[in-house]
């Protein structure tokens, strides 16, 4: 189906396909549908137990909070960018692009739902979805994936070495040792299950690497998205 959240969200009473009695309206209808879903995946995926009080929040939910918005950013641009040439959006307005970047970026680390067809998008979008249903949710959120603040702690790592600095430090809070030590266990456990069960299954199934490496990360990440081969394998 054109819009794969009406079964994800079927508890609510949505469909799969509009009922209005013009495109536009098909149009309206799709797009109210995708921005509920939104709120809810965000909702789920960055821990709803966290309050919007940015200067009473602790640490962590610091953190996940400005990851989370710089992934979504980050995921909505990068497919925003891949697609313009590509076939997935061909018969979408700008805002609809738009807004379908956005949702395929926020769903990609949460849900799991779709309102494209998986299967038609570049593959440099693509690999930005594996790349971000490795990193997933938030701890104590509905979401998998090896979690947001796994990815925080990479990065500052990253950037305490490009400033020389002795310790890892995030908002101007020292990070134990141990905390790397966990993030990089994590991050090279996902990266071997994933890259492993992708290179065996493209080998015995004899289908892309990138198809291969797009459905064991989804698994791993525990998204449910699929580019259409899960059923033939």
Aim: glycine share 12%; net charge positive.
């Amino acid at each position: 189906a054109e819009y794969g959240a009406g079964s994800g969200m079927s508890w609510a009473g949505y469909g799969g396909t509009g009922t209005g009695s013009s495109a536009n309206d098909a149009y309206l209808i799709e797009n109210e549908r995708q921005l509920f879903a939104l709120a809810t995946n965000v909702n789920g995926g960055t821990n709803y137990a966290n309050k919007f009080n940015f200067k009473k929040l602790g640490l962590h939910s610091r953190v996940v909070l400005i990851f989370s918005l710089s992934l979504i950013i980050i995921g909505t641009v990068g497919l925003f960018v891949f697609e313009l040439g590509g076939d997935c959006y061909k018969d979408s307005s700008l805002g609809n692009k738009f807004l379908k970047s956005l949702f395929q970026s926020v769903s990609t680390r949460t849900a799991g739902m779709n309102s494209v067809d998986l299967s038609t998008m570049t593959d440099s979008s693509k690999f930005l979805m594996i790349i971000l249903m490795l990193i997933g949710g938030s701890p104590g959120s509905t979401a998998g994936g090896m979690k947001t603040t796994t990815f925080a702690v990479l990065i500052m790592s990253v950037q305490a070495i490009f400033k020389r600095k002795q310790s890892i430090e995030i908002m101007r809070r020292r990070l134990d040792q141990s905390a790397l030590q966990s993030a990089a266990c994590i991050f090279i456990t996902y990266l071997l299950l994933m890259t492993g069960s992708g290179m065996i299954i493209s080998a015995i199934e004899g289908i892309p690497i990138l198809s291969a490496l797009f459905e064991t990360g989804s698994a791993i990440g525990t998204v449910g998205m699929s580019l259409g081969v899960t059923t033939s394998l």
